[in-house]
Structure formats: structure tokens, C-alpha cells
């Protein structure tokens, strides 16, 4: 009997300090091939937005292992941070870029001064928690944005989700995750203050998609192959939506030229 899903703040950082899921963690998000899919979609919507929006310092909320930040490219300067000592361990070994600065903070007390990056983005992470302290961290990530400055997160589609984690069986998740109906995640955000630029669905045929990669382990080549072309017809069944969101720029700003701000921080907490 597993219980109910974990959604404490104190008790989700203990779950991932935990050295046998720190070690497997990379392999459960990416070897499969609709996790492997998922992962190189966010991957790759990240690098589109790195190379158009061309931000000068980027931060990234409960990196664990750098499975994203590991694959960013273009990145001027970026500071990710994570709870989990062990998870920041395999995010610096396996991110050699100087580019990036890896630091052990809790994501609800930001060390940062308010106002100095310029795009912000989190994956499965925010998801984890209840509105009142999702609310907190949407906070927390506009207070240290720039005006203008853009957040991108994920957020889980209830119509495909829910049925496929009722078939796999819910004691199966032992995290909580919220699960948003088309549009709810989009005012959410809005609700807290971002301007929603763009929501896009990964995994578009979701319901086939993981039927089909349940041939992985017989034909593991042809399993890939048809989620992959899946991906690319136009389809409107996704697991996950990108929301690309921005932090408002204060009306009447316009395009003035911004201060250089810095980054100095507060001590550390604990
Ligand atoms: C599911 S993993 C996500 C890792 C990565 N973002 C990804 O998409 O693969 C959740 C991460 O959140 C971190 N975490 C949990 N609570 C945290 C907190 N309060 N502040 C910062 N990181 C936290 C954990 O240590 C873990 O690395």
C-alpha cells in the first residue's frame, strides 16, 4: 500500500535526494521511446527559444540531473538550481559548459535579486505542487524575471493522462501532479500575472503513441519510428502542453533601454 502521492515541498526534495533515484532518474525520463520523444521535443523548444529570444541570463528551477540544461545550447550565462545535492552532483559532471553555474537552493527562496534573468523555465517540477504553492514559486520566478522576460514550464493534459494513469494504475505515481483540462493551465498562468505567448502539445497522439510504445521491448526500432512520424502529422491528443509565457513589461515602458542589473545574491539559505 503506497498511500498518497507525495506533494509536500520538504517531502518531494527528501524523495529526490534519495541516491538510487538520482541514478536512475535520467534513464526512466529518456531511454524509452516516448519518454526519449518528449525529452528531445522539450529540448528542442527550448533551443528554439534560446536562439530567437537570445537571453542573456538564463535560470533553471529544480534542474535535477541537467536532462535539459545539458542539451541548451547557446547560452550566454545560466544558473540552475536544485534541492537535491546528489541530483546537481550528475548536472555538473555532466554539463562541462563554464556557462553554466549549478546551485544547492530551494526554489521558493530564490537567492536572487529581483529583476535578472531574462528566461526562466522549469519542467516537471512546478506540476508537483498544489495551487497555493505552485502560486509561490509563479511568484517567486516573476520577481526575479525582467519585465519582458519569458518563463516556459510544462503542464499535463487531464483528457490523456488521467485515462492512461487510471489503465497503468494511479498507485503507480508516486508524485502528485496537477492535471489541467485544455486551457486551464494557460489561465492559470495568467491568473498570476504572466501573458501566456504560446501553449504547445508533446506527444500530439498521445493515446496511440503509448500503445505503440509498448512494442519497445519486441521491436524497439519500430516502436520509435512510429511514435516519432506520429509526432509529425498535426494531431490534438498531446500528453504535455509547453506554455511559453512572458513576464509584463510595466505599461507605458515600451522598448526603453534596461539597466545592466546584477546578480549578486543574499546568503544562501540553510
Ligand atoms: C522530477 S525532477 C525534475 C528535474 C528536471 N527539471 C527534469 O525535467 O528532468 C524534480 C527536481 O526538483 C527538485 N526539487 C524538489 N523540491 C525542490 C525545491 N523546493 N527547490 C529546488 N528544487 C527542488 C528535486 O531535487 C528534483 O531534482
Redesign the pocket.
Known sequence: MLGEPLRQ?DE??SY??NEAVVQT?LER?TAQPLNGLLHRRQVALLNEIVTTARPRRIL??????A??TAEVHGVRFGVA????MP?LRVARERTKAALWEFLR????RLPFKDHVFDLAY????VR?FELRDRWRLYAEVRRVLVPGGLFVIDALNFHTSYPARVERGLEHYR?YDVLYRSGEAEAELARAGFQVMRSEGLLRWFPVQRRINRLRFRAPRLARWLIDALERLPGSWPQTWMVVCKNPEPSGEGTAVRQEPQLTRKAPPE
Open positions: 515541498p518531494l526534495k529526490y535526494r532518474y525520463r533553471e528551477l529544480a534542474c535535477g540531473p536532462r535539459l538550481v536544485d534541492a537535491s541530483m537552493t530551494d526554489a521558493f522549469s519542467m516537471r517540477f508537483h508524485i
